[in-house]
């Protein structure tokens, strides 16, 4: 999932985007409300997380930017201002939930997640396909009741093509919700994370769960080869 951070405070938009990733999501950072907008209307991003108090555009004003654009992703706020003035114009504005600092960063790894599960129809928290199980609150990777280590990447792709089970999804897709804005589109780094993908959760002799489109894409589905 790609998330888009908006922080003025540098220091601490680096720490938070180091936890973010550490937890498998690909960051992108704005450090005013001016960038954000650019980057809003330049990528599609799965969740906004969004300081009140930034320079050139505010919070807010990101906030209702966004709304009157018609992007409806969903917006996390975050504000040092414990105010119900504040919190109540925060949400006026159009963001989906709040969250004041100072925050422990295991809460708001939950509000994020708890908004990456909203959508057309709400998504649940453990996603299955054939004997595949994925636990995206712990993060936690098992197939045929084993356990199954992945890199924080690794699992970014399972998650997102899990979310998009029975669907073929281009490389242009992975690459814009599992990866950031820096990513090569002519590299061959989907393929080689595909590839690491097939080794951990398809071992020999079980059903070949993730399938190759060529010129299209991947799909993950429980009716694959074994």
């Given at each position: ?8 405070e540098?220091d601490a938009a680096r720490m938070?985007a180091?936890?973010?990733?550490d937890?498998?999501y690909?960051v ?5 409300g ?6 809003l209307h330049?990528?599609?991003y799965?969740a906004?997380i969004?300081?009140?108090?930034l ?13 009157a654009?018609g992007?409806?992703t ?7 201002l ?8 925060g949400l ?8 004041t ?13 708890a908004?990456?599960?909203r959508?057309p129809?709400l ?5 299955t396909?054939?004997d595949?199980v994925?636990?995206?609150r712990?993060?936690?990777v098992?197939?045929?009741?084993q ?11 399972l ?10 999804v ?11 804005e820096?990513y090569?589109?002519f590299s ?11 080794r951990k959760?398809?071992p020999?002799?079980?059903?070949r769960?993730?399938?190759?489109r060529?010129?299209e ?8 080869d074994?």
């Amino acid at each position: 999932m790609r998330l888009l951070l908006v922080e003025d405070e540098i220091d601490a938009a680096r720490m938070l985007a180091r936890g973010l990733r550490d937890h498998a999501y690909a960051v992108d950072t704005a450090y005013d409300g001016e960038e954000a907008v650019r980057k809003l209307h330049a990528s599609p991003y799965d969740a906004v997380i969004l300081d009140i108090m930034l320079p050139a555009l505010d919070g807010i004003s990101v906030c209702r930017h966004m709304r009157a654009s018609g992007l409806a992703t969903p917006v996390l706020m975050l504000t040092a201002l414990d105010q119900v003035g504040h919190r109540i114009a925060g949400l006026d504005s159009g963001a989906d939930d709040y969250l004041t600092k100072p925050f422990d960063f295991g809460e708001l790894l939950a509000r994020v997640r708890a908004l990456l599960r909203r959508g057309p129809a709400l998504q649940d928290a453990v996603l299955t396909v054939a004997d595949l199980v994925v636990d995206t609150r712990q993060r936690a990777v098992r197939r045929n009741g084993q356990r199954i280590e992945l890199t924080a990447k690794e699992y970014a792709l399972l998650e997102y093509l899990m979310r998009r089970q029975g669907e073929v999804v281009g490389r242009a897709d992975i690459s814009e919700h599992v990866w950031e804005e820096n990513y090569d589109p002519f590299s061959n780094l989907i393929e080689v994370y595909v590839q690491r993908l097939r080794r951990k959760i398809e071992p020999p002799g079980s059903a070949r769960l993730i399938q190759t489109r060529r010129g299209e894409g991947y799909r993950i589905s429980p009716h694959g080869d074994v």
